[in-house]
């Protein structure tokens, strides 16, 4: 049993805590307890055919679209004729004597069996030798969908009518066709073929082509598809907003904890204690097969919210 | 141009073809006005790109970098390094499309209009207006 500090109420913890349950504003002026902005703005005031419109008709603009399209099919005309006079001068296409094939892919290519126990080279490449680079890939996809999310959420529930009026006018959820039989039956029979594929795709990215970010692609493709034969109440019960947020950031987390224990054990010469296993088998190759699930999971995660935030803005 | 540099080209076409690739999607990016079009000529610059990398990569008569048969020479195979990072461009590629379609429907939202020139000139005249 812990005894309880006296002094809870003031500690950092609590003050962290509370933070981070919305309750308490550690900056001083109420930036982060501000009542969030929605999403409709103002109307502009302009009538929609202003005298703005009629300034882009005058002659002096109409003189300097003319030149503009001169000068800008000038300028790429520059662009593509400076860029071939560079590739003139780029060694051949195909040449094994290129200087760009040198000791680093060699390297690769040599050793990458034993030192990874990836089949794959280019697999073994991009989630051992260079893991670092594909986890900022999958914050990079993280990241621009957070940004689609903040652009695109509509979320008017209980806060004003006129609003949720609005709302609901934008939402084309009402729109979509009820039960088409076709598409049904087809999904239903194509959905798990596809969502199978996906998975198989994954699991096998160090043994053939494919890995997380082809096989996520078809995960979420399969998603989609279920989506739109069965509509969103089906697939609000099967894939929310909250699991979302879990599995990709769980799959990022165990990422970089995962990659930076073994980083930090190569680095030092120690033993990680993960091991190769035979190459060519399923389980093998140490960290690339989870590794390659958590890419997976993100790149699937990330497509399907893409599609729901452009087609009606919320999940 | 000389003969010389014709045929250099010509013996590496997959590259000249991705230069032309680029040049007709920064073209579009300059020339059209609809934001989605601009977008689309983006795409095709990204694509360039991806062939031009992928091709650097290619070695003439030689295998996909997967290990067959436990055969681990250099002669055997293309170079891979190319490969991943034609991967990188793909998904950052990827997450800037949404991010500009996205900021395009915010776009279209407000000023109901997809062309350029007359969002710059609402935009222009609702800030003189405040």
């Known amino acids: 049993m812990s005894r309880i500090r006296d002094d809870y109420e003031t500690s950092r913890w609590k003050k962290f805590k509370g933070w981070l349950n919305g309750e308490t504003d550690l900056l001083e002026h109420g930036m982060e307890a501000r009542e969030a902005v929605l999403r409709e703005e103002d109307p502009i005031v302009l009538p929609p055919h202003g005298e703005g419109r009629e300034v882009l008709k005058s002659k002096g603009i109409w003189r300097f679209k003319q030149l503009y399209k001169f000068m800008s099919v000038a300028l790429c005309l520059g662009v593509i004729l400076t860029l071939l006079w560079t590739v003139a001068a780029l060694p051949i296409t195909g040449n094994a004597d290129n200087p760009d094939n040198n000791e680093v892919a060699a390297r690769y290519i040599e050793r990458g069996l034993q030192e990874t126990g990836a089949v794959n080279i280019v697999t073994g490449m991009i989630l051992d030798y260079r893991a670092f680079d594909t986890f900022g890939e999958s914050c990079v996809l993280f990241i621009g969908s957070c940004c689609v999310l903040l652009l695109l959420r509509l979320d008017g529930s209980g806060r004003d009518k006129d609003l949720e009026r609005l709302v609901n006018e934008t939402n084309d959820r009402h729109f979509e066709p009820k039960d088409d039989i076709i598409l049904q039956k087809c999904s239903c029979v194509l959905v798990p073929v596809i969502l199978i594929f996906g998975i198989y795709i994954v699991l096998n990215g160090h043994l053939s082509p494919g890995g997380g970010f082809s096989g996520g692609a078809v995960l979420g493709a399969g998603l989609i598809l279920y989506l739109n034969a069965f509509g969103y109440e089906r697939m609000g019960k099967l894939f929310t907003e909250k699991l979302y947020k879990r599995i990709t950031l769980s799959a990022l987390t165990f990422y970089c904890l995962a990659k930076s224990y073994s980083f930090f054990t190569g680095a030092n010469h120690l033993e990680s204690g993960i091991p190769l296993g035979t190459p060519g088998a399923i389980l093998s190759s140490g960290l690339i097969l989870p590794l390659n699930i958590c890419v997976g999971l993100v790149v699937a995660c990330t497509m399907y919210t893409f599609y729901t935030l452009f087609r009606k803005g919320g999940m | ?130």
């Open chain 2, 1 to 130: 141009m000389n003969v010389n540099v014709i045929q250099h080209l010509l013996l590496s076409i997959e590259e000249t073809a991705s230069i032309i690739l680029f040049g007709i999607g920064f073209t579009i990016l300059l020339l059209h006005r609809n934001l989605v079009k601009k977008i689309m000529g983006m795409n095709i610059m990204d694509t360039a790109t991806y062939l031009f990398l992928a091709v650097k990569g290619y070695i003439t008569g030689r295998a996909v970098p997967i290990v067959v048969d436990g055969v681990q020479d250099v002669e055997a195979y293309i170079n891979p390094v190319p490969s991943g990072l034609v991967l990188t461009g793909i998904v950052v590629s990827v997450s800037t499309t949404a991010l500009m379609l996205a900021l395009t429907i915010r776009l279209y939202e407000r000023y109901h209009s997809l062309d350029l020139d007359e969002i710059l000139i609402l935009a222009k005249e609702e800030e003189e207006h405040i």
